[in-house]
């Protein structure tokens, strides 16, 4: 993924001046590469935020971390007459 992110983002700032026959279809190769790479970037961030909240969650059914931090607990507490069961 990082390789075609890195081969995106050359082609779409390569500046070079090619022969007008070929410069549309260049022109268009760039831009598409240009959208293909913010596409793949944005796909990557999602991924590392998921996998984030599923080690967070491993952590916790493992006893590595407490299942509510303490700001959450107090959230909770200030909240307690809302609250229905």
């Known amino acids: 993924m990082l390789t075609l992110l890195g081969a995106t983002r050359a082609l779409s700032r390569a500046d070079f001046r090619p022969p007008s026959k070929w410069a549309s279809m260049?022109?268009?190769?760039?831009?598409?590469?240009?959208?293909?790479?913010?596409k793949l970037?944005?796909?990557d961030e999602e991924v590392g935020d998921e996998f984030i909240e599923k080690e967070e969650i491993l952590e916790?059914?493992?006893?590595?971390?407490?299942?509510y931090s303490v700001e959450e607990l107090?959230?909770?507490?200030?909240?307690?007459?809302?609250?229905?069961?």
Do not use: P, W
Not at 26 to 38: C, H, K, Q
Not at 60 to 67: C, N, S, Y
Not at 76 to 81: A, M, Q, S
């Open 26 to 38: 260049i022109e268009s190769v760039r831009a598409s590469s240009d959208i293909l790479y913010f």
């Open 41 to 43: 970037t944005s796909i």
């Open 74 to 85: 107090q959230d909770l507490k200030d909240n307690r007459e809302n609250i229905k069961v």
């Open 60 to 67: 916790k059914r493992l006893g590595k971390e407490k299942f």
